[in-house]
Structure formats: structure tokens, C-alpha cells
């Protein structure tokens, strides 16, 4: 479904994502893993078109996405949604919870009943229905981001990446939100870019690994091989780590 082609981009003098190459497959859960400052959510923002390479080509459905037009970019963000590490700040906090995950809806869908979408994905995504009205600082971390799924899902997108979205909750609520991602991804057979530094996390969701370092990719393996028999020093660094 994507595939990327020597993607660079740089800041200033810093090269941020160097020359990175890889595919991700159809109702597939790649992990991206690596350091903080390694690469990983500029990397995913190119990806999703947040961003502008330098070089380098990102294809969708084998189609260059730098290529389109003004209607495929409309296509494009209608199918893909991005699920950001800090629920709390994605969040308008000026908006009711039901209208934030319904705003989607507003740009993309053409659907009667909108209000019915929204609970319905609500109640998939483990939210109650008084939930609607209220607002972003009413709710618990996980609460939030549970909000933050569910609006990236209302228009049942085809690739979702999500970045870290459980490294700032406890670990009793991280497993309740991986747990929600992938009933959520097999049920919609989505394919995702998963975006984290902890392994424990990849072993339970990742279909397929690749371990970024200083703007490049070093291993991109299946998950169990990974786990096996890691080939860079890199990554048994971050193996040993855990």
C-alpha cells in the first residue's frame, strides 16, 4: 500500500531522514522503532504528506502522492488518518468531544446521519455516550486519547499511523489502547505505521519491524525474526535495553 523511495529531508544543516527506503503492506502493522531524535514522526509526517521531502519519492497505491492533483489530495487524507503521541493537545479544547470526532465527518463524508456515526464509533472505541458533550479536559488520559482514535477512524480510513499514542499513559491504560488499536485494525483489516521506542509494544502489535537510527533505516525484518535473530548492533543494543 506504501512505499517509500530514498526519502530525505533536512533542517537547516541537520538531516533529520536520510535517504530511507521501505514498503508496507496491505492490512499489515509495520512498528517503526528508534531513539527520540532519530527520525521516526518526521519521517511519518512525510509519509502522510505533513511534510515535503527534499528527495525522494512516497507512493500510495503506486502513486507518487507529491504528484497529486487537488481532488487526489482530498482522496488521500479522506483514507488516511494519523493518530498524534499527546492526545491532550490534539484535541481542540474549545470543542466538545462529539464534534471533535465528528469534524471529519463534516470535511470528507457525505453521510445523513452523522451524530449515529459518531456513537457508534464511540461505543467500538470503549467511550460512553455521555462522553459526546463533554469536554477534552473532563476526560482521563486514556479517555483522551480512546477520543483521538475514535476521530481518526469515523471515516473509516484504509492507513492509520499512529505516533507513540501510548507512551504518555500508565501502563495499565497502554494496554487498553493496544489492545483497542489492534481489535480495531483486524476488524477493519487497516494497515498501520505504528511509531514507538518500546518493544514490549511491538511484540504484541507489529507484524513487521523496521529500527531507525540517526535518520536511517538499519533492520527492517518480520517482528518475530527481529526478536530472534537481530542482525544490527543497533538493535541488539535496544533489545538488551529492554
Keep these: 500500500m506504501i512505499e517509500i523511495k530514498n526519502i530525505t529531508k533536512k533542517f537547516g544543516e541537520f538531516t533529520a531522514v536520510n535517504n530511507v527506503s521501505f514498503k508496507i503492506e496491505k ?5 517503526l522503532v528508534g531513539e527520540s531524535g532519530s527520525g521516526k514522526t518526521t519521517l511519518s509526517k512525510l509519509i502522510i504528506g505533513i511534510e515535503k521531502p527534499d528527495s525522494g519519492k512516497i507512493f500510495y497505491k503506486g502513486k507518487n502522492i507529491f504528484d497529486y492533483t487537488k481532488d487526489e489530495w482530498i482522496s488521500f487524507r479522506k483514507k488516511t488518518q494519523y493518530i ?3 492526545p491532550y493537545s490534539s484535541l481542540n479544547p474549545r470543542l466538545k468531544i462529539g464534534t471533535s470526532i465528528k469534524e ?3 470535511i470528507h463524508k457525505n453521510i445523513k446521519n452523522k451524530k449515529e456515526k459518531v456513537l457508534k464509533t464511540m461505543e467500538e472505541c470503549g467511550l460512553k455516550k455521555e462522553f459526546y ?3 477534552p479536559h473532563q476526560l482521563s ?3 483522551r486519547q480512546r477520543a483521538v482514535i475514535a476521530r481518526a477512524l469515523v471515516i473509516n480510513p484504509e492507513f492509520v499511523i499512529a505516533d507513540e499514542p501510548v507512551s ?6 497502554q494496554a487498553q489502547i493496544l489492545n483497542l488499536l489492534k481489535q480495531m485494525q483486524k476488524k477493519y483489516n487497516m494497515t498501520m505505521l505504528f511509531i514507538t521506542h518500546d518493544f514490549s509494544v511491538v511484540r504484541f502489535i507489529a507484524d513487521k519491524v523496521a529500527v531507525m537510527k540517526n535518520g536511517k533505516i538499519v533492520e527492517v525484518k518480520e517482528a518475530e525474526d ?3 535473530n537481530p542482525e544490527s548492533d543497533y538493535t541488539k543494543q535496544l533489545l538488551k535495553a529492554v
Design 226 to 228: 527481529l526478536f530472534k
Design 84 to 86: 498524534f503521541q499527546d
Design 168 to 173: 504518555s499513559l500508565d501502563v495499565s491504560v
Design 133 to 135: 458533550n463533554y469536554y
Design 141 to 143: 488520559g486514556g479517555q
Design 27 to 31: 492490512g499489515k502493522v509495520l512498528a
Design 104 to 106: 471529519p465527518l463534516l
